[in-house]
C-alpha cells in the first residue's frame, strides 16, 4: 500500500465518522480525533521518514491554528479544531488548506440555510451587526452566539470539504478550473 493510499483512506474514514458523531451528537470526542492526529504522524514517519514527519507538522499548524483562533473567540468547538488537526496531519499543507477553505463554505452555507429554515435571518442579522459595531470600536462581543442558536454540524462540513479537495487533487483539477472553462 502506498503512502497516499494509506492517507485517503484514512481522511475519509475519520472524517466520516467524524460526520456521524457531529450529527448525532453535536460532539467530536477526543477519542476519534487524538488518535487521527497520531495516525497522521505515525503514516508519516513509516512512510517518508522525517521529512514526512514535519510535513505531517505542517499540515496540522495549517488545519489547527486557524481553528483554534476561531475556537478561543467562541466560533467553533474545539473538537472542530482537533479535527482539522487530524485532517492536517494525514492531508498534508496543500491539502489540508483546500479542506478548511472548503469545509468553511459549506458550513456558511448550512448556517445560513438553518437560520432561513427556522425563520431566525432578521434575529440573527441584529446579532451580526450589533458584534459587527463592538468590533468596530475596538470591544469584544459579549457572546456571538446566544445559547439556543441554532447549531451547525461542522463535522459533516469537514467531511464534505475533504471529500471535495480529495476529488480535486484526484483529477488534478479545481472546481474553480471548472468553472473558469465554461465562460
Given at each position: 500500500?502506498?503512502?497516499?493510499?494509506?492517507?485517503?483512506?484514512?481522511?475519509?474514514?475519520?472524517?466520516?465518522a467524524a460526520a456521524i458523531c457531529d450529527l448525532a451528537t453535536g460532539k467530536l470526542p477526543?477519542?476519534?480525533?487524538?488518535?487521527?492526529?497520531?495516525?497522521?504522524?505515525?503514516?508519516?514517519?513509516?512512510?517518508?521518514?522525517?521529512?514526512?514527519?514535519?510535513?505531517?507538522?505542517?499540515?496540522?499548524?495549517?488545519?489547527?491554528?486557524?481553528?483554534?483562533?476561531?475556537?478561543?473567540?467562541?466560533?467553533?468547538?474545539?473538537?472542530?479544531?482537533?479535527?482539522?488537526?487530524?485532517?492536517?496531519?494525514?492531508?498534508?499543507?496543500?491539502?489540508?488548506?483546500r479542506t478548511l477553505i472548503y469545509a468553511l463554505l459549506i458550513g456558511a452555507a448550512m448556517?445560513?440555510?438553518?437560520?432561513?429554515?427556522?425563520?431566525?435571518?432578521?434575529q440573527t442579522m441584529r446579532r451580526f451587526g450589533h458584534a459587527l459595531g463592538l468590533i468596530?470600536?475596538?470591544?469584544?462581543?459579549?457572546?456571538?452566539?446566544?445559547?439556543?442558536?441554532?447549531?451547525?454540524?461542522?463535522?459533516?462540513?469537514?467531511?464534505?470539504?475533504?471529500?471535495?479537495?480529495?476529488?480535486?487533487?484526484?483529477?488534478?483539477?479545481?472546481?474553480?478550473?471548472?468553472?473558469?472553462?465554461?465562460?
Amino acid at each position: 500500500m502506498s503512502y497516499d493510499v494509506a492517507r485517503v483512506a484514512a481522511l475519509l474514514t475519520i472524517t466520516a465518522a467524524a460526520a456521524i458523531c457531529d450529527l448525532a451528537t453535536g460532539k467530536l470526542p477526543n477519542r476519534l480525533t487524538y488518535p487521527a492526529v497520531l495516525l497522521g504522524l505515525g503514516l508519516a514517519a513509516g512512510f517518508t521518514g522525517w521529512p514526512g514527519i514535519v510535513e505531517a507538522l505542517a499540515g496540522l499548524a495549517v488545519g489547527f491554528l486557524p481553528m483554534f483562533v476561531a475556537f478561543v473567540v467562541g466560533g467553533y468547538g474545539g473538537g472542530d479544531a482537533k479535527l482539522m488537526a487530524a485532517v492536517g496531519a494525514l492531508a498534508l499543507p496543500d491539502l489540508t488548506l483546500r479542506t478548511l477553505i472548503y469545509a468553511l463554505l459549506i458550513g456558511a452555507a448550512m448556517a445560513l440555510i438553518t437560520i432561513i429554515w427556522q425563520g431566525r435571518t432578521r434575529q440573527t442579522m441584529r446579532r451580526f451587526g450589533h458584534a459587527l459595531g463592538l468590533i468596530l470600536l475596538g470591544r469584544k462581543p459579549s457572546d456571538p452566539a446566544p445559547p439556543d442558536a441554532p447549531r451547525v454540524p461542522l463535522g459533516a462540513a469537514i467531511w464534505l470539504g475533504t471529500c471535495w479537495s480529495l476529488l480535486e487533487w484526484r483529477f488534478s483539477t479545481t472546481a474553480w478550473d471548472a468553472l473558469a472553462r465554461q465562460f
